[in-house]
């Protein structure tokens, strides 16, 4: 079992930045791919960025690409989304989410442990 805590949600200005959290526990964080999603009111959760075991390969929304950044430290168990240049759009509850096996894309579909996620809010 892998427990996932996400943290660092909240409420900012359009244009603003914001770094989410999440701390892992359990069985050893080093060993699972990463990723973040995210689910606006009234629509389906969707990817956002994911991040393989190492570090090494990162994955990107094409609507996050340029502005959010995906990082872990394995020493801390906790992984990172540094979200930059935010936009009314990107708000939404931010989900953490694990699986064993790297992949080239991504999907809620197939993730292994999910968080309860956390608030963002972008104002205009």
């Known amino acids: 079992q892998v427990q996932l805590v996400e943290s660092g949600g909240g409420l900012v200005q359009a244009g603003d930045s914001l770094r989410l959290s999440c701390a892992a526990s359990?069985?050893?964080?080093?060993?699972?791919?990463m990723g973040w999603f995210r689910q606006a009111p009234g629509k389906e959760r969707e990817f956002v960025a994911a991040?393989?075991?190492?570090?090494?390969?990162?994955l990107y929304a094409d609507s996050v690409k340029g502005r959010f950044a995906i990082s872990r430290d394995n020493a801390k168990n906790t992984v990172y989304l540094q979200m930059n240049s935010l936009k009314p759009e990107d708000t939404a509850v931010y989900y953490c989410?694990?699986?064993?096996?790297?992949?080239?894309?991504?999907?809620?579909?197939?993730?292994?442990?999910w968080g309860k996620g956390t608030l963002v809010t972008v104002s205009s």
């Open positions: 989410a694990a699986r064993s096996r790297w992949y080239a894309s991504w999907s809620p579909v197939g993730m292994e442990y």
């Open positions: 359990g069985r050893i964080f080093s060993s699972y791919a």
């Open positions: 991040i393989s075991w190492s570090g090494g390969s990162t």
